[in-house]
C-alpha cells in the first residue's frame, strides 16, 4: 500500500521524539469503559470487560506512536498479526481529556447507516471504523493507553476480539 510505504519512510527519516507514558487512572479507565459500554447499549450490545493485556499491548505501541511522531495502526509497517482491533487517536498533547478523545470515534455514529454487513468501500469504513469498532458484537474486552511526546497525546485502544471484520455485521 502506497501510504504505508510513505509512513513508514517519515517513520525512518524522522527523528524519535522523546515519549513517556501517562498510564491511565482508575478514573480514566472507568471513562473509557463506559464510554464504549454506552454506546454498546444504545444498539443492543453486551458490554465489554478491561484487559490488562491489552492495555499493555496499546501501552507498548502508544509510546512507540510518540516516539515516532506519527499516527500509524500497529502492522501497516509489517508487524506481525496480534489478533486485536485498534483504536487510535492523535491530538494536541494535554489539550484533550480521555472522555474527549473517545468522543471523536463516538461521534462517528453520525454517519453510520446500519448496514447487513460490514464491508470496507472507501470513505464509509474510514468515516465510521472507530465506532464501529467500539460497538462490535463480538469484541469481549478492551485495554488502551496513552502516551506523549512534546507536540501530541496518542491514545491507543486495543480489542479481543477485533471487530470490523469483512463480511460481518457490526451488531
Not at 26 to 42: C, D, F, I, M, P
Not at 78 to 88: M, T
Request: glycine share 10%; hydrophobic share 40%; charged share 20%.
Amino acid at each position: 500500500m502506497r501510504s504505508g510505504f510513505v509512513l513508514a519512510v517519515l517513520a525512518a527519516v524522522l527523528p524519535s521524539a522523546p515519549a513517556f507514558s501517562m498510564g491511565m487512572t482508575l478514573g480514566e479507565r472507568a471513562t473509557v469503559l463506559a464510554a464504549h459500554n454506552s454506546e454498546r447499549a444504545a444498539v443492543g450490545v453486551g458490554p465489554i470487560l478491561w484487559s490488562p493485556k491489552l492495555a499493555a499491548d496499546a501501552e507498548r505501541w502508544a509510546v512507540h506512536l510518540a516516539r515516532i511522531n506519527t499516527m500509524i495502526h500497529y502492522g501497516s509497517m509489517g508487524e506481525p498479526d496480534n489478533g486485536e482491533g485498534e483504536n487510535l487517536f492523535m491530538g494536541t498533547a494535554r489539550a484533550y481529556r480521555v472522555d474527549q478523545m473517545i468522543g471523536y470515534w463516538s461521534d462517528e455514529k453520525r454517519v453510520f447507516r446500519r448496514v447487513r454487513r460490514w464491508d470496507q468501500n472507501g470513505r464509509t469504513f474510514e468515516a465510521v471504523g472507530h465506532y464501529t469498532q467500539m460497538v462490535w458484537r463480538d469484541t469481549r474486552e478492551v485495554g488502551c493507553a496513552i502516551a506523549s511526546n512534546s507536540q501530541y497525546d496518542f491514545l491507543v485502544c486495543r480489542y479481543a476480539r477485533p471487530g470490523n471484520v469483512l463480511g460481518s455485521r457490526p451488531f
